[in-house]
Every structure is written in C-alpha cells, then in structure tokens.
C-alpha cells in the first residue's frame, strides 16, 4: 500500500512519520503539508517525497495518514476519501459533528477503509483489559486523564486548537475511547462543570445502565499528570494497566488495522463511524458546559 502523511507537526515528526517508513507492508510515498519547507525536511528525513500540491499527492498514493488540527483533518479526509484513499485518521476525528458527519459520508460513499488512532485501543496491555471487561457487568466508572501540555515542557504546548478546544476535545477522546466498549455507548451527558485552567468534570449516562465520570485536564501540575480508568461493578475493583510499548509502536498496530480492514472490507471498531459518535459525545458536553457557564 502506498500511503502519504498529511502534516508536519510535532505529532507527525514524532510518531507518525517514523512509523509509516519503518513499516513493512507500506510504501511512505510522500508528504503534504500547509507550510512547505517542513515538509521538505520531513520527507529528506525519512526518504520520501514532499509534494507541494495535495490532489497530486492523493493522486499518487493508496492511502492517507492524517497528523493535522481537527477542523482541518476533516476537511481534508472527505477530500481524500473521495479520491479513493484509505484513512488514517487521529483523534478527535472532526471539530464538530456536521464535519464528522460528513468524513463518515464520504468514506462510506467512496468504500474506503477508515481507522481512527486512539492510542490506548491500540496497546496491547490496555486492548486486553478492555475486551476482558467488556464482558462484565459494571456498576460505575471513573476516568482521570490529566495532561500537563500548557503547565510543563510540552511539545504541544503551542497548538492552536488545543488552546481554543481544550481538555474536552484533546483528551477527551482517549477517556471515551475506553469506556464506550465497556460500559456501552452513552445515553446521555447528564452534567458537566468547569474545573481549574481548563479543567472539566462530566457526568456520562451510558445505555446498559451503567453511570461514569469523567476529569479532563491538559493543565494540570506536572506532578499530578497521569491517566486513570477504574471500574467498580460485583466483580469487584479494576484498573486500566500501563502500557508498554510508546506511541510508535501504538501507530503501527493501527497502520496493520488499516491494511486489514482495507484487504478485507470489514470495519475496524476505531473508524471513522466510531469517531463520530465520540465527537458527539463531545459536542454534547460541551453544551452542557455552555449551561454552566450561563
């Protein structure tokens, strides 16, 4: 498969671009960026082209991977979507939930495979917690993930979107990425309530009956950074296990996923349909936030 990265950034140097030119199975064809010399430099790094118009990259390639903000991913996933390329997109899939709509339109218009990237649902540690305890009965749960991107030495501490979107939609995703298979999909966010910096404390309502809660935060101290999923239910107490591969590792086992469901035509549970139902799982919160904050 000939694939080409879409972004330049911290997250694209990092991770994404490593992965795809040390996998096996692919062809990294080239790279496409919104600031030109970026992606010349990351393309010489790793040995592939850089191209400066896109539609002459997805003319060229059989798949994408997307490292870019939101709103622009979206965009530009429905773009290549019906240029025939298979999508490697990151999370949250869209800004809103008419543009995630419309990469799940496209995708499935075009027959084209998707796979999201939520880093947990790809580590083998945590993907084995989560499929042995979608099997229980659980009574609650309570996710932390406490990030401190604006408060320590981060990478990400420049980025835009996170400044205008948030803990919600950054972190956000990975918390639901674990309790949607788990606890089931939410029926409804019954409250959610500002916390320090851009701290947010919600409320999930989920179908099988099961209540969770959610603290979200890219500012928090340092020291007090980490994430945390605990399940209670009759089968006693759990935790969410540490993982021990990074995010590299996590990527290529989402590349494989994206191979599979490409070769076979069956969808991964983390496409593009899948990242739709947690951007509006995010949109709903975040109204209810809107209400707290009136």
Not at 156 to 176: C, I, N, T
Not at 258 to 287: K, N, Q, S, Y
Request: glycine content about 8%.
């Amino acid at each position: 498969m000939r694939i080409g990265l879409l972004g330049t950034g911290p997250w694209a140097r990092m991770v994404h671009a490593p992965a795809l030119s040390a996998h096996g199975e692919l062809d990294f064809a080239g790279v496409w960026g919104r600031r030109t010399a970026a992606a010349k430099d990351l393309a010489e790094r790793h040995g592939t082209h850089a191209f400066d118009d896109l539609d002459a990259l997805l003319a060229e390639v059989d798949a994408v991977a997307v490292a870019l903000p939101p709103h622009i991913q979206a965009d530009l996933a429905v773009r290549a979507a019906r240029a025939h390329c298979h999508l490697l997109l990151d999370k949250p899939l869209a800004a809103t939930v008419e543009q995630g709509r419309a990469v799940v339109g496209a995708v499935r218009e075009a027959g084209v495979a998707s796979v999201v990237f939520f880093t947990t649902r790809f580590q083998p540690e945590p993907a084995a917690w989560i499929a042995e305890q979608a099997a229980r009965d659980w009574f609650t749960a309570r996710a932390q993930w406490l990030g401190a991107v604006f408060t320590g030495d981060s990478p990400f501490a420049d980025s835009p979107w996170r400044r205008e979107k948030g803990a919600l939609w950054d972190v956000g995703p990975h918390a639901l990425s674990v309790l949607l298979p788990v606890l089931g999909d939410v029926r409804r966010v019954t409250a959610a309530a500002h916390g320090p910096g851009d701290t947010v404390h919600a409320v999930l309502d989920h179908v099988g009956g099961a209540s969770s809660t959610l603290t979200l935060s890219l500012t928090a101290p340092p020291a007090a950074a980490g994430a945390t999923v605990e399940l209670r239910g009759e089968a006693g107490v759990t935790l969410l296990p540490e993982a021990s591969e990074d995010a590299v590792a996590a990527y290529t086992r989402a590349t494989d996923a994206l191979l599979t469901a490409a070769r076979t035509g069956r969808p991964h549970p983390c496409d593009a349909a899948f990242g739709l139902r947690v951007t509006e799982i995010l949109a709903a919160a975040e109204t209810e936030l809107t209400r707290d904050t009136d």
